[in-house]
């Protein structure tokens, strides 16, 4: 039968002080000579004690963690968003807890649980519904908001998602003359899918062309991709050009592309949205929509750390927008790929 762990008594016992002793030296040590505290230290090191987080929270007020609540954790979205994070908590010496909420039964209390475990939160679009995000609010603990619309006057980083959209639904209806574009992803609870498909009706809009009564709703992984990609090409009336929500979807269609015989950019073009290593690499290379998910997960948890440290409000209503840049490679049909520009001064690039 396995030892039960040691207990603040035991260690009291052994070093021959008092149990307020031995919490004082834990806690800092402040009033107990140097002699008492060594003893106290050896008798832990010892015994194998390992004080309590929830009773060093109770007396600091801090766990010295943040919660991070994110849709999912898979893919290289999720890996990068989360990288930026950890850079900035490793500075500030904290630890990061991460929570996905995919396919979790009652994943509101479990991201209220986490909310009483860390020192504040930094919730992605999609994760939890409005309402969670009111009751984790009303308790006043540290929240920012990431990828999604500002609820609340809640401190809020995100990426400018319509604009560029709309840059490169335009270059594919004005400087390559397609005219049958599809959407493919599912805007419904993702509010950076939501605002990509805007931008997409709005440049046909611009252009006095009629755009698709609806996107084509699909997952966000390759295989996702994958699957719509053999059912769109196999139709006879398949569209001239696929923006998908993702590189990930876009990968997807590639290779079924591929596996149908379907020339791209030749007999369809195809973009996508990340700018993910395996854009650059793809066959054809891809084009798509840089956007910065290692700085949006730095920038959220600065903010988050400001928050928690009192340096700054609770809910100031600041909301931090970052910028996106299309980037033309062969898939749409340019020539050479240009990897620069802004989302309001496009990359050049040459249609061929």
Known sequence: MSRSEPTLHEVARAAGVSIATVSRVIHGGAGVSAALQERVHA??????????????????????????????????????????????????????????????????????????????????????????????????????????????????????????????????????????????????????????????????????????????????EIAHGHRAGLDILSDRYRPDGIVCANDELALGVLSAARELGVDVPGDIAVTGWDDIALATHAHPPLTTVHQPARELGARTATMLIERINAARPARDGEVVVLETTPVYRRSCGCDPPVPTGTTTNQPEHRPV
Do not use: C, K
């Open 43 to 220: 008798a832990i090191e010892e015994l194998g004690y390992r004080p309590s987080h929830f009773g060093r929270a109770l007396v600091s007020r801090r766990h010295g963690a943040l919660g991070i609540v994110l849709p999912g954790l898979y893919g290289p979205y999720y890996s990068e968003v989360i990288h930026g994070i950890e850079s900035v908590a490793v500075q500030n010496r904290m630890a990061v807890m991460i929570l996905g909420t995919h396919l979790v039964d009652a994943s509101t209390e479990h991201v209220l649980s986490l909310a009483d475990r860390t020192d504040g939160l930094a919730i992605l679009g999609g994760a939890i519904p409005t309402v969670a995000i009111e009751r984790l609010a009303a308790r006043s603990r540290p929240l920012v908001l990431m990828a999604q619309h500002q609820i609340l006057s809640l401190p809020t980083v995100r990426v400018d998602n319509a604009t560029s959209s709309r840059a490169i639904t335009t270059h594919l209806l004005d400087e390559h003359g397609l005219r049958r574009l599809a959407f493919l992803g599912n805007p419904d609870g993702s509010p950076d899918v939501e605002d990509r498909w805007r931008g997409f009706t709005d440049a046909h809009t611009a252009l006095g062309i009629a755009p698709p009564r609806s996107p084509i709703p699909e997952g966000l």
